[in-house]
C-alpha cells in the first residue's frame, strides 16, 4: 500500500498481488483528512472491543 499526503487529505493505492481469480489488482482512493481519521478512529475503536 502507499500513501501520499495531499493539500486536501491523502491518496491511497492498495496493490494486491494475487485475487481469487489469479490477477493482480490495484485499488486507489482519495481520503479528506476527516475520512482518514474517522476511519483509523473505527479501525482502534473496533480492535479495543475485541480485546475487552
Same mark, same amino acid.
Given at each position: 500500500?502507499? $500513501?501520499?499526503?495531499?493539500? @486536501? @487529505?491523502?491518496?491511497?493505492?492498495? =496493490?494486491?498481488?494475487?485475487?481469487? =481469480?489469479?490477477? /493482480?489488482? $490495484?485499488?486507489? $482512493? /482519495?481520503?479528506? =483528512?476527516?475520512?482518514?481519521? =474517522? @476511519?483509523?478512529? /473505527?479501525? $482502534?475503536?473496533?480492535?479495543?472491543?475485541?480485546?475487552?
Amino acid at each position: 500500500m502507499t $500513501v501520499e499526503e495531499t493539500d @486536501g @487529505g491523502y491518496d491511497c493505492t492498495v =496493490h494486491c498481488s494475487v485475487s481469487e =481469480h489469479g490477477i /493482480r489488482a $490495484v485499488r486507489s $482512493v /482519495r481520503l479528506s =483528512h476527516e475520512e482518514a481519521a =474517522h @476511519g483509523l478512529s /473505527r479501525t $482502534v475503536e473496533e480492535a479495543l472491543a475485541q480485546d475487552a
